[in-house]
């Protein structure tokens, strides 16, 4: 495993590359400047729960792994309670014991840190637990959690200090009551009223976990569309059947105030029906995240930012500091682990002298609800408003055999071609392992395919897959399992 190195002699080192921020932008980025046979150290400043340097940022520690882990845990507990039916297997009396299911997410948590150490040790990644500040000239500030402040010199800087949860002034956070996402993934009972303020990514997960446990719980969005970024039949019927689940999603509702008590939280409202008040046990506050620059760059550093609060980069990621890039959720486009990690595998390949790009129209959202929701690429809704055309072709998984067999038959597959080029533009997917099939889009697009070329292409039967397949045969009215709307 990767060990800490004093500050001292972190001075003494001249570094081809310094990495501020160890998520899954940094490390990567560390990771591949070191096979490429550069000198790296990565400065990160995150500790754990018992106060030790850990790496993984945001992701691996407090976001995607933990959160996954406990949607996982809920949808099985959900299946065991109300799905094994279908199949005959008799089950009673289940019960979740939600301290041995934060144990086992910590246990997850713990490997893919530690795991990190260990490619760090690996690829000879200098770990530098602290705080990182650039100043001009590519030097770098390095504040430990304890000794002295050293100077570093590099060569070359990469800035991957990733994003924090929004806070909202209607909804002061305090730990207990009132908590933004990393504080719901500590719940040690599961709530009987729970609150969350916002219908997006976050507060649709962690909504669906707490629900699944037994929460009553309701989801308030100030937007009156439900998922405005996702292909609008994908988000219409992901709202039903969410709604179907038991989550209480209202659209339109503005919360202007939430009032702490001892154990409850009320939370004052207005719709286009007025003002409303509700009390709940637990209130999450998932407004999304915002890029975090505090402390990270001295006066002198050259770096500036958006107006929006972002790193300014240009496309290759270059700041507008000589010899200094930025990559990740401090930088414009989605907030995605992957999308991070991409860009720090081309930073550092072009520090290196090679000539990668990232190919910022291919890259997947995806939310881990269920049914999933996933996508890639252009929605028909943004076709139409920039008044391009375009072919669609979808195909529901209720006519899919092996998702029936699944007895998980909801969703559908949905793709958008050019009219003239036939060319995939965007392909949605709400439905089982949405997130698995997702990636079949994202090799097509990336291969700029057509949709005949999916349409010519085996897949094994019987799978989920087969539903991309006659998604891309139903752009040109030739879908096998479904009656067409076109005929070719």
């Not at 002699?9 to 980025?29: C, H, K, L, N, T």
């Not at 943004?382 to 699944?406: E, I, M, Q």
């Not at 995939?424 to 990636?439: D, K, N, Y």
Request: aromatic share 6%; charged share 20%.
């Amino acid at each position: 495993m990767s060990e800490a190195i004093s500050p001292s002699a972190a001075a003494e080192e001249r570094w081809d590359v310094i990495v501020i921020g160890a998520g899954p932008a940094g490390y990567a980025a560390a990771i591949r400047a070191a096979q490429l046979g550069m000198r790296v150290a990565c400065i990160d400043k995150s500790v754990d729960a018992q106060g030790k340097p850990t790496l993984g940022g945001t992701c691996l520690n407090w976001g995607c792994i933990p959160s996954k882990t406990l949607l996982d845990a809920s949808h099985k507990f959900v299946e065991a309670s109300t799905g094994f039916q279908a199949f005959g297997i008799e089950a009673s009396d289940v019960s979740i014991n939600v301290a041995k299911m934060m144990a086992q997410k910590d246990a997850v948590v713990a490997k893919l840190t530690n795991g990190v150490a260990s490619l760090f040790s690996g690829n000879g990644v200098a770990w530098l637990p602290g705080h990182g500040r650039l100043h001009g000239h590519c030097a770098v500030e390095y504040t430990p959690a304890a000794g002295d402040v050293a100077m570093l010199a590099a060569e070359h800087v990469i800035l991957a200090a990733g994003s924090a949860p929004i806070e909202i002034d209607p909804a002061p956070l305090n730990g207990d009551t009132i908590v933004d996402s990393q504080g719901a993934l500590e719940f040690d009972a599961t709530p009987q009223r729970l609150g969350v303020i916002g219908a997006g990514v976050i507060g649709l997960e962690l909504g669906s976990v707490w629900a699944r446990l037994g929460a009553e719980t309701i989801v308030l969005e100030a937007l009156d569309e439900f998922l405005p970024i996702a292909d609008q039949r994908i988000a219409r019927d992901a709202l039903r059947a969410l709604r179907g689940q038991g989550l209480d999603i209202r659209l339109g509702a503005r919360v202007i105030g939430a009032a702490a008590a001892q154990d409850t939280v009320t939370v004052t409202y207005q719709d286009k029906d007025g003002e409303h008040e509700l009390e709940f046990d637990k209130l999450i506050v998932a407004v999304g995240r915002r890029p975090y620059t505090e402390g990270l760059l001295a006066p002198d550093s050259g770096v500036n930012l958006d107006e929006r609060g972002f790193l300014y980069v240009n496309d290759l990621c270059a700041t507008d500091a000589p010899r200094v890039f930025a990559i990740g959720d401090v930088v414009r486009g989605p907030m995605l682990a992957h999308k991070g990690a991409e860009e720090g595998v081309m930073v550092a390949e072009r520090i290196a002298g090679h000539k990668p790009l990232v190919n910022y129209d291919c890259v997947p959202n995806v939310i881990y609800t269920h049914p999933e929701i996933a996508w890639v690429g252009r929605t028909e809704q943004s076709l139409k408003a920039d008044g391009d055309t375009y072919r669609t072709g979808t195909f529901p998984f209720a006519a899919n055999g092996r998702a029936l067999a699944s007895n998980d038959g909801a969703g559908l597959v949905k793709i958008v071609a050019d009219a003239e080029t036939d060319r995939v533009l965007g392909v949605h997917v709400f439905g089982p392992q949405a997130s698995e099939l997702i990636a079949q889009a994202v090799i097509a697009m990336e291969f700029d395919a057509s949709a005949e070329d999916l349409a010519l292409t085996m897949f094994a039967h019987p799978t989920l897959s087969e539903a991309m397949h006659e998604a891309a045969l139903g752009v040109s009215g030739r879908a096998l399992h479904m009656v067409n709307r076109r005929r070719a």
